[in-house]
């Protein structure tokens, strides 16, 4: 079992930088695809990153694209969301979660951490 923790929501002024972190225990993630996913009110949850356990491959959703940025250290068994230019249409809730090698779904999920934009 991996257990997932997310920190460093809040509320900031668009245009505003904040950096998310997921602290991950039960399990090293260094052999994970770990993404973060976001769900804002009203809507769906969507994609917005990931990062591969290999190499570190990252993917982006095209709206976060230049302004988000995944990073991870498994060293601190910690991955990390970098969100800079928020904008209002970014607040939502924020997930982490984590992909097993050789799966398809994302097996374990944060509670999430919630990020608001003012404008």
């Known amino acids: 079992q991996v257990r997932l923790v997310e920190s460093g929501g809040g509320l900031v002024q668009a245009g505003g930088s904040l950096r998310l972190s997921c602290a991950a225990s039960?399990?090293?993630?260094?052999?994970?695809?770990m993404g973060w996913f976001r769900r804002a009110p009203g809507k769906e949850r969507e994609f917005v990153a990931a990062?591969?356990?290999?190499?570190?491959?990252?993917d982006y959703a095209d709206s976060v694209k230049g302004r988000f940025t995944i990073s991870r250290d498994n060293a601190k068994n910690t991955v990390y969301l970098q969100i800079d230019s928020l904008k209002p249409e970014d607040t939502a809730v924020y997930y982490c979660?984590?992909?097993?090698?050789?799966?398809?779904?994302?097996?374990?999920w944060g509670q999430g951490t919630q990020v608001t934009v003012s404008s």
């Open positions: 979660a984590a992909k097993g090698r050789g799966t398809t779904a994302y097996d374990y």
């Open positions: 039960g399990r090293t993630i260094s052999s994970y695809t």
């Open positions: 990062i591969t356990s290999s190499r570190s491959i990252t």
